[in-house]
């Protein structure tokens, strides 16, 4: 179900100049109130901005097919159930980024890179304690697969059709001419997986059915942590379950991480991006305490001779 933009992404997808497109040389600030349209390789992402619920995108589609109503509204970031919804942002090409908003204690951003070598939106959320005393927070991150209740589960990470904390990626579909929707939560080897996930969004768009997953964080005095989602698209359930595979490894050449500079990749926490040495982290940089199902747990990084 398309929700309050009827036809804007089959004009989006039709006219590859609409929109704010990804062309700017440097970074323009904007409101948030305006609605961004970003296009990717093959694909379109409507209305980047508030939503109602949030900073978020109301919908997405793709451009080879014509498939459209991907979302009613993704890409929603909460810390103990307020939402990240800054009154401004910067876009700077295809990555669009909200200001810095404290929610809970937590200085909160959050960025959407639409990647231009695949149909992929990536969110990257950062959190920063600048109190003086450490924090637990509840970090919400979710969205509605806008198929309302003809949902399903077409494969998981886990492989079966079930939704679990264990699951890393999920596919979701309808029997209609939408998209595929893929959802990546989490990487191999992550010290932050989710404590809780829910087959349906805490809003709703005619219908809830979408993801959700929960992390507990804990952050002390002036640490800081980030987390990595990504949506992705596909034209039926066969084809997202053979893209989502892309997923299981990120080395440092893989697309979707474009702009993510060595601090950056340090310092996400439900992925590991040095697994393998793939990615290098930086000498120096230490991970912050995360709180994970009641424990506290730390990762640091020492400086190599």
């Known amino acids: 179900m398309k929700i309050a933009i009827p036809g804007l992404v089959r004009t989006l997808l039709a006219t590859a100049t609409i929109g704010t497109m990804a062309c700017a040389a440097q970074a323009a600030n904007i409101s948030t109130a305006s609605c961004t349209n970003i296009n990717g390789q093959d ?3 409507a209305c980047i901005g508030q939503t109602g619920v949030g900073l978020g995108y109301a919908d997405a589609g793709i451009g080879s097919t014509g498939q459209g109503d991907a979302f009613d509204i993704a890409g929603i970031l909460q810390v103990n159930g307020s939402a990240y919804n800054p009154a401004g942002a910067s876009l700077n090409g295809r990555t669009y980024t909200g200001n810095a908003v404290t929610l809970s204690g937590f200085s909160t951003t959050l960025e959407y890179f639409i990647d231009p070598a695949s149909r992929a939106i990536r969110n990257f959320a950062k959190f920063t304690n600048n109190g003086n005393a450490t924090l637990t927070n509840t970090i919400t991150w979710q969205g509605n697969a806008g198929s309302d209740g003809a949902t399903y589960v077409a494969g998981s990470s886990s492989g079966d059709t079930t939704f679990g904390t264990n699951d ?3 596919v979701t579909d309808d029997a209609s001419s939408d998209p595929a929707n893929i959802w990546v939560l989490f990487g191999k080897g992550a010290v932050l997986a989710p404590t809780s996930v829910y087959g ?6 005619a219908g809830n059915e979408g993801v959700r997953a929960d992390f507990r964080v804990t952050l002390a005095a002036g640490q800081s942590i980030a987390l990595m989602f990504f949506n992705d698209l596909a034209p039926t ?6 893209a989502v595979t892309r997923y299981d490894t990120l080395g440092s050449g893989n697309s979707v991480l474009t702009g993510l500079n060595a601090n950056d990749l340090a310092l996400i926490a439900n992925w590991d991006l040095r697994r393998g040495g793939t990615v290098p982290e930086p000498a120096g940089v230490a991970l912050l305490g995360i709180g994970l199902a009641g424990l506290s747990l730390s990762r640091r990084k020492r400086a190599t001779r």
């Open 43 to 45: 694909s379109s992402y």
């Open 168 to 170: 890393r990626w999920l």
């Open 200 to 205: 349906t969004t805490t809003y709703s768009s």
């Open 237 to 242: 359930a066969a084809d997202a379950l053979a």
